[in-house]
């Protein structure tokens, strides 16, 4: 099969290669799909950029979507021919991901992507919308509540925003541009914020009666603590996938415990089993819906998978970067 790997990091132009590797066969509890999309994100660059190498040679990548041409044994045959999108393809002690024409993944990884869902589409799902899930539902449901997503326009945030309507809840998001603004009520943002010339917690106050939210999807722990604290109401909870501002702060745990406060960290390979089987079936009949927004920042052969991590690094795209695999 035709694949892009590295085998030592740096720039994307000076180490992702082009070549052929063989072609995996579905194991025990797996299916074998061929690739149509692979999504890349910031951690995937990232890891691609720099840091110890885990593996001698690694296919980046972890996100996509395909369709199966085999499974192993104890998998049913229903699976065969089904369109699907999948996640955590170069995470879990795996070598090799997306970037490539086939991948072999345990079928609990992989969920059916709609007909009216875009291969592209479906390769933005996976880390993105799934830790999006995760935060929004660390500390329960969230129907007839009101959610705080910091970022709303992001990669993450916006699946937050999304689901966090689906589900019910009354959502404010924090943004830092009207494009980003407007990215963010198409998403069924209630209310925006922009953090680069409003008081956040001075406006969660005034949007809620005084009362604050009752649950943040947060984007930055550190660099937002203090206006989270501020916004949120007592017996609240919070729920971070980031920590960019601050990546380490000094948290007053004598107002967390005041207000009775639930902090969740979240890294989605180590969330548990039930948490990510759940945010697979939402995902998958919240994308049936219709009403979503599946952004795709730009598409590229697999040829200049080296554009999409370029892409990516560079800052202030709308969607996530697919590389589009014939």
Not at 54 to 65: C, W
Not at 93 to 117: H, K, M, T, W
Not at 123 to 135: F, K, Q, Y
Request: proline letters at 5%.
């Amino acid at each position: 099969m035709r694949a892009v790997w590295y085998d030592r990091t740096g720039p994307a132009r000076e180490v992702l290669q082009l070549g052929e590797l063989p072609t995996p066969q579905a194991g025990v509890g797996q299916a074998l799909i061929r690739i149509k999309a692979s999504g890349v994100n910031p951690s995937d660059a990232g890891m691609r950029r720099g840091g110890p190498m885990a593996y001698p040679r690694i296919v980046p990548n972890s996100d996509g979507a395909g369709i199966v041409e085999a499974v192993g044994p104890g998998v049913s045959q229903r699976w065969v021919g089904k369109r699907v999108w999948f996640y955590n393809g170069q995470r879990n002690g795996r070598a090799f991901g997306s970037a490539a024409e086939y991948i072999e993944l345990d079928v609990d990884l992989i969920r059916e992507l709609p007909d009216a869902v875009s291969f592209a589409e479906g390769a933005t799902l996976g880390i993105p919308c799934m830790t999006a899930h995760v935060a929004l539902f660390k500390a329960g449901p969230v129907q007839g509540r009101t959610v705080l997503v910091t970022g709303g326009a992001g990669a993450v945030g916006h699946y937050a925003v999304q689901l966090a309507h689906w589900a019910g809840a009354t959502v404010i998001a924090t943004v830092s541009s009207e494009d980003k603004a407007e990215r963010a009520r198409a998403g069924g943002a209630d209310h925006v914020i922009d953090y680069r010339r409003e008081d956040v917690a001075a406006r969660v106050r005034e949007l809620t009666g005084g009362e604050g939210v009752h649950h943040i999807v947060d984007v930055d722990f550190g660099g937002n603590l203090a206006a989270s604290l501020a916004s949120l109401r007592m017996n609240g909870s919070l729920a971070f996938y980031a920590t960019r501002g601050e990546a380490a702060p000094q948290v007053p745990a004598g107002a967390l415990m005041r207000l009775n406060l639930g902090v969740h960290g979240v890294y989605l390979p180590v969330s548990p089993h039930e948490q990510r089987r759940r945010a697979q079936g939402d995902i998958t009949r919240w994308i049936g819906t219709g009403e979503r927004i599946l952004s795709v920042a730009g598409t590229f052969p697999l040829e200049d998978t080296a554009g999409a991590h370029e892409l990516v690094e560079s800052g202030g795209k709308v969607g996530t970067a697919v590389v589009e695999i014939d």
